[in-house]
């Protein structure tokens, strides 16, 4: 699957709040991976598969996939990650690597066998539309919106828009 997904800035916390899985992917790829994440979002939904996942750490979950023809990793947490938001972990800064600024369109292909099959029922297509559509920026950009996504009556609903387990 060919996902376009634009460059977007995050809050830098994968550096440091990712370094565990970093080395740990380092060592299963052969590839001393760079510290941080490049932070993409999608205009639409895509539900990866947990069990196809190369590696596992707590609700950290990681996927072998390619960017603009680069070998990378697509991270999410299964905590509350919005299905159309890609970490991506890889041996280069691909910021650089690409010559990538914020709004950046880029190609994330993702191999068939760990997109989540059966796909998403119509139930969580809906909801995702419902709390993402013409949002799906905001997840970085407004802490208000995350705190009315994780709020308890929001969060009975919203799950449905998220990476499952």
């Known amino acids: 699957m060919r996902l376009p997904a634009a460059v977007i800035r995050g809050r830098g916390w994968a550096s440091t709040d990712r370094a565990e899985e970093v080395a740990a992917l380092s060592a299963i790829e052969g590839v001393k991976f760079v510290d ?3 932070n993409l979002i999608a205009g639409v939904p895509v539900w990866l598969a ?3 996942a190369v590696y596992r750490n707590g609700s950290q979950v990681f996927w072998r996939a390619s960017l603009d023809g680069l070998s990378v990793m697509i991270g999410r947490w299964t905590s509350g990650c919005p299905a ?4 991506i972990f890889a041996g280069v800064r691909l910021r650089d690597a690409l010559n990538l600024q914020d ?3 880029v190609n994330l292909d993702i191999p068939d066998e ?3 099959s059966p796909g998403p ?20 950009r407004d802490g208000f919106y ?3 996504m994780h709020n308890r009556t929001v969060r009975g ?8 387990e």
């Open 146 to 148: 995350m705190t009315l």
């Open 121 to 140: 029922s119509l139930r969580d297509r809906l909801i995702w539309n419902l709390f993402w559509k013409f949002r799906e920026r905001l997840i970085y």
């Open 84 to 87: 159309h938001v890609f970490e």
């Open 36 to 38: 941080g994440s490049l």
């Open 114 to 116: 760990i997109v989540s």
């Open 103 to 105: 709004g950046d369109i």
């Open 50 to 52: 947990p069990d196809s």
């Open 157 to 164: 609903y919203a799950w449905r828009s998220m990476q499952k």
